[in-house]
């Protein structure tokens, strides 16, 4: 735990060895903050620095013994333009209704999540969909928690829940109607993000893991430039 040492003051726990969700072949280790820990928006931004992402209340980073292909990732907004593609994608998209909301705790919502989980990640950890484990997995977080709702003509297209973070916003989840393929709608979410810390004069949009191997993280590498966390430093890196 040594490169931790800034945070003394944390508890960390980790898990038992158990099968990676994303590699099939692989077993995870993951280390999590104790979460009797007091959280604040300081300290959850610099465990943000370090590589821990958010899931419901927990925050966690993968630790195992034997591999390494869970990169944290970020988008330096200041740095980033929009290729060909996320361009026409931002005005495909320009006739959507975008508000910041408090809650997503509503019918609605979790109708459209659990169509997406149903439609889309069946294979996934997440599968079967819960009004319980939608809860916990987008509940809330010390203050931090974001919600953002995308309407076409009044009708519910897309969920981004973003954390707001005292050097950053980290992208927690997008979820969003699996007909509309056409309006890459999780793409545009991440240019909405992108664009919003952007106003706020923040300088980075978290993303979470990207991992090489992994089709489902591949779409990652689509933000240019892209920053990696390895060996303790964030640094450029070109996919």
């Known amino acids: 735990m040594g490169k931790y040492s800034q945070l003394d003051s944390v508890r960390l726990l980790a898990t038992l060895p158990h099968p990676c969700g994303y590699l099939p072949d692989r077993e995870a280790t993951t280390v999590f903050v104790d979460p009797q820990t007091e959280v604040d928006q300081r300290?959850?931004?610099?465990?943000?620095?370090?590589?821990?992402?958010?899931s419901g209340a927990y925050l966690y980073r993968p630790q195992c013994?034997?591999?390494?292909?869970?990169?944290?990732?970020?988008?330096?907004?200041?740095?980033?333009?929009?290729?060909?593609?996320?361009?026409?994608?931002?005005?495909r998209n320009k006739d959507l209704d975008i508000f910041h909301i408090e809650s997503i705790d509503t019918d609605e919502h979790?109708?459209?999540?659990?169509r997406y989980i149903e439609q889309?990640?069946?294979?996934?950890?997440?599968?079967?969909?819960?009004?319980?484990?939608?809860?916990s997995f987008l509940s809330p977080a010390w203050g931090?928690?974001?919600?953002?709702?995308?309407?076409?003509?009044?009708?519910?297209?897309?969920v981004a829940v973003t954390d707001l973070l005292t050097a950053g916003l980290s992208a927690i989840y997008t979820f969003f109607d699996p007909d509309e393929d056409k309006r890459s709608l999780?793409?545009?979410?991440?240019?909405?993000?992108?664009?919003?810390?952007?106003?706020?004069?923040?300088p980075n949009l978290y993303l979470g893991?990207?991992?090489?191997?992994?089709?489902?993280?591949?779409y990652k590498s689509q933000f240019q430039p892209i920053e990696m966390l390895t060996e303790n430093r964030w640094s450029l890196k070109s996919l």
């Open 43 to 54: 300290l959850y931004n610099r465990l943000s620095e370090l590589g821990f992402r958010r």
């Open 65 to 91: 013994a034997t591999c390494r292909a869970c990169v944290p990732a970020r988008v330096p907004v200041g740095l980033f333009v929009p290729d060909r593609n996320q361009r026409r994608c931002w005005k």
């Open 110 to 114: 979790y109708e459209l999540y659990a």
């Open 120 to 135: 889309r990640h069946a294979d996934g950890e997440m599968y079967p969909p819960s009004r319980e484990q939608y809860r």
């Open 144 to 158: 931090a928690t974001r919600y953002i709702e995308l309407r076409a003509r009044g009708r519910l297209v897309a």
């Open 186 to 202: 999780g793409s545009y979410c991440i240019l909405y993000q992108i664009e919003w810390a952007r106003r706020l004069g923040l």
């Open 209 to 218: 893991y990207w991992i090489e191997k992994c089709h489902k993280m591949a």
